[in-house]
């Protein structure tokens, strides 16, 4: 496992950020680590790349343990923080040079050029980093992450304050390097977890509530689902209430209603039944099961 955390606490004071929480990360995986503002993701990932001790618990990244090995983790890992900490006055090509001189890389006019290339920055390498727009400042934030070509990459929020379009080209950035590296990055976007991710991890009040894939996430929690039905006629509210196993009716207008029933239990043949016995055409009917978006909510609230 490229990271492995066991029962990891964190206490500010008084105040407990994570709460004896586990989780690993597979080699050559995209995982996302999800949660509301507040959850402990970015202490978590402090406490990964050394920037923070942990109070209990034990983390490991390579094989290295973060607290007696910092040194080591930290040549295995690549950071981008939150805040993306840049020099705006200096010049893209500078402040990547000056990155791998930190790393003590040799050629480093190669690796700086390869790195230009691959975060696609070659347009505006040879501008001043303040002159950049905040999707090209995170280019070069990545860029650096990445001038040492560590085993694993560390995100917290990469894509915060993007538009539509950088959004995609980071999603697809950070893609293309999950087929290399290891990467754990936080978001609160979950259209990227959907499109990016392998694994997805949940934390709220410093807890892990969820770790699986996206798929498995849903299929768990999705033990009510929702029949969405079109009438060609009205039906008083009292004749679908009355189907068995309906846990919930809402009606949407006149003619449209959405039930809601227990997976196991499946009321469409009833509901065409009760159509029949009233001389009702259904117009139309659909099985919705909860978004991702639906499971967060419900696990965060």
Request: proline letters at 2%; hydrophobic letters at 40%; charged letters at 25%.
């Amino acid at each position: 496992m490229s990271i492995e955390v066991t029962e990891i606490s964190k206490y500010f004071g008084q105040q407990k950020a994570l709460d004896q929480i586990s989780f690993t990360v597979g080699q050559g995986s995209i995982t996302g680590f999800l949660g509301p503002n507040g959850a402990g993701k970015s202490t978590m990932m402090k406490i990964l790349t050394c920037f923070i001790p942990q109070s209990q618990g034990t983390a490991k990244v390579c094989g290295y343990d973060v607290f007696e090995n910092s040194y080591e983790v930290k040549q295995q890992v690549g950071y981008l923080p939150e805040h993306n900490p840049l020099y705006l006055d200096m010049y893209v090509k500078e402040y990547l040079a000056f990155a791998a001189g930190i790393h003590k890389l040799k050629n480093i006019d190669a690796r700086v050029k390869e790195m230009v290339e691959i975060t696609g920055l070659t347009l505006e390498q040879r501008k001043k980093i303040g002159a950049l727009s905040k999707g090209y400042r995170q280019r070069v934030g990545l860029a650096q992450a990445l001038i040492h070509n560590p085993k694993v990459l560390i995100l917290d929020e990469p894509t915060t304050g993007l538009d539509p379009n950088q959004l995609v080209e980071i999603r697809t950035l950070i893609k293309e390097l999950g087929k290399e590296k290891t990467v754990l990055f936080s978001t609160h976007i979950l259209q990227e977890v959907k499109a990016v991710c392998d694994n997805i991890i949940i934390i709220n009040k410093g807890k892990i509530v969820a770790n699986s894939d996206a798929k498995t996430l849903q299929a768990g929690n999705n033990l009510h689902v929702i029949l969405s039905i079109e009438l060609d006629k009205s039906i008083a509210i009292k004749e679908l209430q009355g189907i068995q196993h309906v846990l919930e009716v809402k009606k949407i207008d006149e003619f449209k209603w959405q039930i809601t029933f227990n997976k196991a239990d499946d009321i469409r043949q009833a509901v065409m039944k009760l159509a029949l016995e009233n001389n009702i055409t259904i117009l139309s009917m659909k099985i919705e099961e909860q978004s991702l978006e639906d499971i967060f909510q419900k696990l965060t609230n």
